[in-house]
């Protein structure tokens, strides 16, 4: 069970930030002003003393670089932040840059703001993060060097990347992190179902409605402006019908126990896993989508910490 602080933070997600369709419906949300309405909050970031942080451009797309002043390793956690490809870069993932940099060893952590909809529709994300990733190796920075870290809608990304990565025949990163990636835009695994009673996102408090059901409602949401009229089948748009092979690098992924997303985590695990990849699934008991990144109550923290000591797992750092 869910501490008592990780209880109260996901009745505040359940009462503020429910992006179910019929929540949505019933109280006149408009999905993409809610997405973003925390977008304008802490703009302007100052880095802790001994850190610098700088923005640049690469290619057009907006950069943040943050970085230790003295003993900097050479180790690079690239971040792909989520949002449903609708909100932007919130403040609260640059108040992990410092925990990222010092699992790394005094590693850098490089942010990105890539286009989202309904302005940019796919492939328009993926394309921004290739243009930062070639960005990055221009730099100087090797791939063995690098962390993928996303979440949710960057976690899809953050696949996508690997996966074009993989077409390319280009190399991968030394590993990847991935908190509640959102990968199946058909919404066809279990947990859609037998999660949606519980899940203070995406649900609606002791309904389960059918998979039928739930799949009629998800297909007409907004949340899935973002893909256009591409086919939801399309491995670049639902990863899990992807076929991943033995050339993809280790990855964490981790998931909340009572989100609609869990199964998502659980198929993109196996199927690695049936490829002959390192791949490790962390599920969080009681805890909803993305869970880790508030850093507000244990269970969040326990989850950070988990992701830390895989980092450094990873890199060899102390």
Known sequence: MASIPGRIFSAVARAAGNVNPNIVEQKHKNVVKDLRSMEPLFRHYIAPIGYRFVKAEADGVPVEVFSKKKNASDKVIFVVHGGAYISRMMFYYRL?????????????????????????????????????????????????????????????????????????????????????????????????????????????????????????????????????????????????????????????????GNEMLLSDSKTLVEKLKKAGVDARLYIGDGMFHVFNVYQLFPESQKALRTMCAYIREQFGTK
């Open 96 to 256: 992990l840059n410092k925990r990222y940099s010092k699992a790394a060893g005094g590693g850098t952590v490089i942010h990105f703001e890539y286009r989202c909809a309904p302005e940019a529709l796919y492939p328009a994300a993926l394309e921004d993060t290739m243009k930062v990733w070639k960005w990055m190796l221009d730099q100087g920075i090797k791939e063995e060097n690098v962390m993928v870290i996303g979440d949710s809608a960057g976690g899809h990304l953050s696949v996508n990347l690997m996966m074009k990565l993989r077409e390319l025949g280009q190399k991968m990163p030394k590993a990847a992190i991935l908190m509640s990636p959102w990968l199946d835009m058909t919404a066809s695994g279990e947990s859609y179902v037998y999660n949606y009673k519980v899940d203070p996102v995406f649900g609606i408090k002791g309904q389960t409605p059918s998979a039928e059901e739930v799949k009629k409602m998800l297909m007409t949401s907004e949340l899935y402006m973002w893909l256009g009229d591409h086919e939801r089948t399309d491995p670049y748009i639902s990863p899990v019908y992807n076929e991943f092979d033995g050339g993809y690098p280790p990855m964490l992924v981790t998931a909340g």
